[in-house]
């Protein structure tokens, strides 16, 4: 049967190549946009319309993601896999970025929200059916960053590290019913729309320092995950899969 996969932040970035390979691959693909409503439409009629939709929520907002979770699940019949893969209000920009001592506590709420609570919403709103059917995946984006700091983005990077910590608490909780919860910790990935004012140098330096020679690609992630949301991938849960060239080692 069929699996059906919603991505938050779907229509641009890595999102809309995650969601590109799962519909290549045969899944249904939910594109979850929030501002981006024409590039999602546009991607969600190039994978095919009979296997794609592009529903708007902002996954910060737990009303909006019930009725994004509502309204997939009218459409497809159910939701078997969740990506939490959105992005609020950040840029890897190394020259940009602010030093500890200037940050406030604004910046990290901001980020916490756009990736914890975010998941949060997401899971609480369709794991009610995961249980129903003792069957579903939750996938969440994380960075290499919480490894290798090679650019201190710390709002960012605390954020992510804490979406660990969720995950992993949630999949020794769930797994008994048949649930797996993992992550996909992508290193600096060239490019998209959120590393496209990473200073060349910053590429050049992750490309000499890791072992395949090269840095990651938004295509180098989306196979992961589209391997983790497959049925061949059962046996995982509780993981934080790094994919950066063997840059950080576990």
């Given at each position: ?14 999102g809309?190549v995650?969601?590109?390979t ?10 979850n ?11 969600a009629?190039?994978?095919?319309s ?9 996954v ?10 509502k309204?997939?699940t009218?459409h ?5 896999v969740?990506?939490?893969n959105?992005?609020?209000h950040?840029?890897?920009d ?18 916490i929200?756009?990736?914890l609570?975010?998941a ?22 994380g ?6 700091p ?6 960012y990077?605390t ?8 995950t ?5 909780e769930?797994?008994q ?9 992508g290193?600096?990935?060239?490019t ?31 196979n ?21 060239g ?5």
């Open positions: 049967m069929t699996r059906t996969v919603l991505v938050t932040g779907g229509g641009r970035g890595l809309s995650i969601a590109k799962l519909g290549s691959k045969g899944f249904n693909v939910i594109i946009y929030n501002q981006s409503r024409i590039v999602a439409e546009q991607l009629t190039e994978i095919g009979e296997r794609a939709i592009a529903l708007h929520a902002d910060t907002n737990r009303e909006s993601v019930n009725q994004l979770v309204k997939a009218t497809f019949g159910k939701i078997d969740v990506v939490n959105a992005l609020i950040f840029k890897f190394p020259n940009a970025q602010k030093a500890f001592k200037d940050l406030t506590w604004s910046d990290y709420q901001t980020q929200d756009g990736t609570k975010a949060f919403n997401v899971v609480q709103s369709v794991i009610p059916q995961f249980i129903k059917r003792q069957s579903g995946t939750v996938i969440n984006i960075t290499n960053l919480y490894q290798n090679v650019v201190p983005y710390h709002e990077t954020a992510k590290a804490a979406l660990i910590g969720f992993r608490n949630l999949a020794a769930v797994g019913y048949g649930i797996n919860a993992n992550v996909v910790s290193g600096l990935l060239k998209t729309d959120a590393s496209a004012v990473t200073t060349p140098e910053v590429f050049d330096l992750i490309a000499k320092t890791t072992p395949l020679k090269r840095v990651t690609t938004p295509q180098d992630v989306a992961t995950v589209a391997y983790l949301a497959s049925e061949e991938a059962s046996g995982i849960t509780g993981q934080n899969f790094t994919v950066d063997g840059l950080t080692m576990n």
